[in-house]
């Protein structure tokens, strides 16, 4: 892997005339993966930043709000320079038919982007499964709207009894987890499922958050199986991530993947 060096992020940052900021390779656990994170200014957006970064704007988004051109941007943004840190070839990432997006050979990735922050996990080599996934910091009528979303009685006890974590942390924790989780596992399942399916049972540790499923989703995942999300948080937001090994009941070696602190 050949990482972009901060002379390229910073370049990367002043092609984009202030749309992109403070742009980090973070450390993903393993050798073939990277994990980058940045921020864009949405009123710094115009149209022309596409062609100033040599990406394309798809039709689809072509009646699209400027945010959710200002976001799709962001996102196709980060995933370039990840590709580049893999040594990977770095063309277009059209949307796929389920709306996520197609990789190019030899590759899996992952994009999010939420309230101003980007970021994409990404991986040489096609067999694996990943996620990842951005919220800011919840408070407010955000956070009770997160809690009776994602968390039940269990997850609402916990949180509240739990000392590792403010409750507003955790709560939004848990709900960038349970979406990392979600984007995972859909390719499997093929289906939407809520966030019921799977439960926080204890206080997140070391850079993990344990989710186990409450109930089968498929013949491969069983009700009970669990699954150890990397998170890491900052002033103002929490960044979580996960990947699979494609088959073999989707067995996981996330000892060794998932070694990983932002």
Same mark, same amino acid.
């Given at each position: 892997? %050949? ?16 749309f992109?900021?403070?742009?980090t ?28 970064? %040599?990406?394309?704007?798809? +039709? =689809? &988004? %072509? ?11 962001? @996102? ?5 320079a ?6 990977q ?16 050979? @030899? ?16 991986? *040489?080599?096609? @067999? ?5 996934d ?6 407010g009528?955000?956070?009770? =709207?997160?809690? !009776? ?7 609402? *006890?916990?949180?509240?009894?739990? /000392? ?6 955790l !709560?939004?924790?848990?709900? =960038? +987890? ?42 491969? &995942? ?10 890491? /948080? *900052? =002033? ?6 996960? +990947?699979?090994?494609?088959? %073999? ?14």
């Amino acid at each position: 892997m %050949s990482a972009p060096t901060a002379t390229d992020l910073i370049a990367l940052c002043a092609r984009s005339r202030g749309f992109l900021t403070d742009i980090t390779l973070r450390d993903a656990g393993h050798v073939d993966a990277v994990l980058v994170h940045g921020r864009f200014e949405s009123h710094s957006y115009t149209e022309d930043l596409f062609h100033d970064l %040599s990406l394309a704007c798809p +039709a =689809s &988004l %072509s009646t699209a709000q400027p945010i959710r051109r200002a976001e799709f941007l962001a @996102g196709r943004a980060m995933a370039r320079a990840a590709l580049h840190a893999l040594g990977q070839p770095a063309p277009e990432i059209p949307i796929g038919p389920d709306l996520a997006p197609l990789w190019p050979r @030899g590759s899996a990735g992952s994009i999010t982007h939420a309230r101003g922050h980007c970021a994409c996990f990404a991986i *040489a080599d096609p @067999g694996w499964q990943v996620g990842v996934d951005v919220q800011t910091l919840a408070n407010g009528h955000a956070l009770e =709207s997160i809690l !009776s979303m994602t968390a039940n009685e269990n997850e609402r *006890a916990l949180i509240v009894r739990q /000392m590792a974590l403010p409750p507003d942390w955790l !709560s939004t924790l848990l709900f =960038s +987890a349970k979406e990392t989780l979600f984007k995972v596992l859909y390719p499997v399942v093929r289906r939407f499922f809520g966030f019921d399916c799977a439960e926080l049972r204890t206080t997140p540790a070391n850079g993990y958050l344990r989710l186990h499923l409450t109930q089968t989703l498929c013949q491969e &995942l069983p009700r009970g199986e669990h699954f150890d999300i990397c998170f890491g /948080m *900052a =002033s103002d937001h929490v960044l979580t991530w996960l +990947a699979l090994r494609r088959g %073999s009941d989707l067995c996981r070696d996330l000892d060794t993947f998932c070694g990983c602190r932002p």
